[in-house]
């Protein structure tokens, strides 16, 4: 079965994309180029008649960049350039967005709402009359509030959850590496690409587990625990690399492009399970 053309296929689709991918290397600042050509492909997805969600980093990066500040680990200092960033952040989608005639509505979320079942099941209602409306939701934890997600958390995990959460058929992780390989592709010269993972097998998910593990450095470990989070939900999942935006066309047009993850919905998914 060539399972990259089913990829055509899917109706709902969560894209999540890292502050280093929205961002100049060399500066901090926003990259507009970059983030333009990310609106652009999101609204035409939009107008396929699929629904999209993009999960989006950022807010801490843009908010430093702001007010002048270097990387710190002053937990209030965080969530101040939080704060700061995201209403940066989200002022440049919605005016990007507007010019492709797009709604955007921004839904920040923290780990509260996925433990709580009222908020989920609200959180969940508010996706679904955004769907109604044709908008697109710019997800993000909100770090202005939330301690664990600044210190221990990653977008990778969130976009999963989100992705469990609206019942989508697929997540696109965009980074900084092409997908996953048998081993550090920066140390071993023959690590192999992996191209398609049926099943995340026991040997898998122990690939990720340490800093120590080549699989595990460079945020794959957090991407492996968000490929058990999604597949499990029922949503197939692709890491790809996010060095040109244009890779989500080329993906939904069936390319063989990055790491791809088959759905393998468990019986009686839960999502707090997960967290």
Not at 128 to 139: M, Q, S, T, W
Not at 143 to 149: A, L, Q
Not at 190 to 207: G, N
């Amino acid at each position: 079965m060539n399972y990259r053309e089913l990829i055509k296929d899917k109706k709902k689709i969560v894209v999540k994309i890292g502050s280093s991918s929205i961002t100049h290397e060399s500066t901090g600042n926003i990259n507009y180029r970059k983030l333009e050509k990310l609106v652009r492909i999101l609204c035409d997805i939009k107008n396929q008649g699929k629904d999209v969600v993009l999960v989006s980093s950022g807010a801490i990066a843009v908010g430093r960049q702001t007010v002048g500040i270097k990387r710190s680990n002053v937990l209030a200092e965080k969530q101040a350039c939080a704060a700061i960033g995201q209403c940066r952040l989200m002022m440049t989608y919605q005016k990007l967005f507007s010019e492709y005639n797009q709604v955007a509505a921004q839904v920040l979320l923290t780990k509260y709402t996925m433990q709580n079942h009222e908020s989920v099941v609200n959180a969940k209602n508010t996706f679904e009359e955004l769907f109604k409306l044709d908008a697109i939701p710019v997800v993000n934890e909100n770090d202005t509030v939330s301690t664990y997600e600044i210190e221990f958390g990653d977008n990778d995990k969130l976009s999963a959850l989100v992705s469990a959460l609206i019942g989508a058929d697929l997540l696109i992780l965009l980074s900084d590496i092409d997908g996953l390989y048998t081993d550090d592709p920066n140390v071993n010269p023959d690590a192999e690409f992996i191209e398609l993972v049926p099943h995340i097998t026991d040997e898998l998910r122990a690939m990720g587990k340490g800093s120590a593990s080549a699989v595990g450095t460079g945020g794959m470990a957090a991407k492996i625990d968000a490929a058990i989070i999604a597949t499990e939900a029922g949503a197939d999942m692709i890491i790809a690399n996010s060095k040109e935006v244009d890779i989500i066309s080329s993906i939904l047009n069936g390319d063989n492009i990055g790491t791809l993850f088959l759905a393998n919905k468990a019986d009686n998914f839960d999502l707090a399970d997960y967290l």
